[in-house]
DNA sequence: CCGGGTTTTTGCGTACCCCGAAAGCTTACG
DNA sequence: CGTAAGCTTTCGGGGTACGCAAAAACCCGG
């Protein structure tokens, strides 16, 4: 698993280009921060921002990604016996509405990024990225559940529909105001799923 | 609504630069292609095309766009007194699996044309957009027809899913080997999501 | 049919992004 | 250690996208 301090560089200076990435675009937006800037902060050359991301835009949504992807994990990892529905609704509520921010991200900045995020237009096509990772994820997950025969659109068409409820649930959440609990919103969101 | 020769000509250069990017980036590939081609194609300055479009990819893609936004006006468009389901299945099957390619588009260029996007990473972002197009169309005109709350998530929950469910039976069918009817596909996904 | 006002097109210049190639350093491993 | 493998850096080029100001095209009232 640890493949030497080769590899853990190399994880280390994609979580700093990302969170740099994030941060600084956050403070100053996403124009008035160049790809020169975010390598200068973490101490690289510009060329190699690109040889770890392909787009500063793909950079700023990394660690929405990744935790896409955990989202993917933890699903798999709920008992077996669980029903589907219930499996999904814990693991939604668990990673998005549990504060599990990821990697040590100060909660601000992260509130703050994705609020960013959905504003700006550059960015809006790395965002429906996101949200198709987490469709990836979970469809994934739901297929190794259910071990659904090989052709069957089932996994992809309810892993998207739970990511569009997730979607929906937390872009109401960045513009409520009075703010709301995202929790109770996701809630509302699987409901209407359920019941359509 | 007519807004004389000057609105004509607008939509017709839009319309024009958008399908000769299509063709264009079906036969050479997207990066085989540049926007000097394909303003040189439809006969304007490649000054003018950012005019139109704010990318290569955009402009590609507008086709698909404006068929999204067809969708939502065909829902908007069916009997009130039909249930939900029946209207949005209706409308769907109706659109995508009716040979209702946009604009004199060739069918196998808006076949190929939408493989290619697909496949292509550099355009993947954009065909997210076409999807959240989706989305939003359809939308925007369940809350019309439900009258639902203000607050209410239910219309992008449903809205979402569906595109969901719409895009997955089309990637399915862009893969299918030996081909399968769209409209099959279509059926199969939105129960699915009935069933969920 | 024609001239003034408006909108669109265009050319030019600029800033930036992303990538290929080759050279330089660092880590891995025998 | 010393050689092989992998990353980073430097350099340079092809493209994209957009601001700006001048020129062309269009619309309308006289």
């Known amino acids: 698993m640890e493949q030497g301090l080769r590899e853990r560089k190399k994880q280390a200076t994609r979580q700093a280009l990302a969170l740099a990435a994030l941060r600084l675009t956050v403070e100053r937006g996403f124009d008035g921060v160049l790809v020169e800037d975010i390598a200068a902060e973490v101490g690289v050359s510009p060329r190699t921002f690109n040889n770890y991301f392909s787009s500063k835009a793909e950079a700023i949504c990394a660690l929405a990604v990744d935790r896409a992807q955990r989202a993917g994990a933890a699903l798999r990892a709920r008992p077996p016996s ?3 529905r219930e499996a999904i609704s814990a693991t939604v509520l668990a990673e998005l509405a549990g504060g599990a921010v990821p990697e040590h991200v100060p909660d601000r900045v992260w509130f703050d990024g994705l ?3 959905l504003a700006t237009p550059a960015m809006q096509g790395e965002y429906l990225r996101v949200r198709a990772a987490m469709q990836d994820a979970l469809s994934s997950a ?7 025969p090989p052709g069957s659109l089932l996994p992809e068409v309810v892993g998207g529909a739970v990511a569009t409820a997730c979607d929906a ?3 109401r959440w960045l513009h409520s105001d009075p703010p709301v609990p995202l929790r109770s919103l996701l809630e509302e969101a699987l409901g209407h799923l359920a019941e359509y």
Chains 1, 2 share one sequence.
């Open 82 to 84: 669980e029903p589907l």
């Open 115 to 117: 609020r960013m995020v």
């Open 142 to 148: 739901i297929a190794a559940r259910l071990s659904t």
């Open 169 to 171: 649930a937390t872009h």
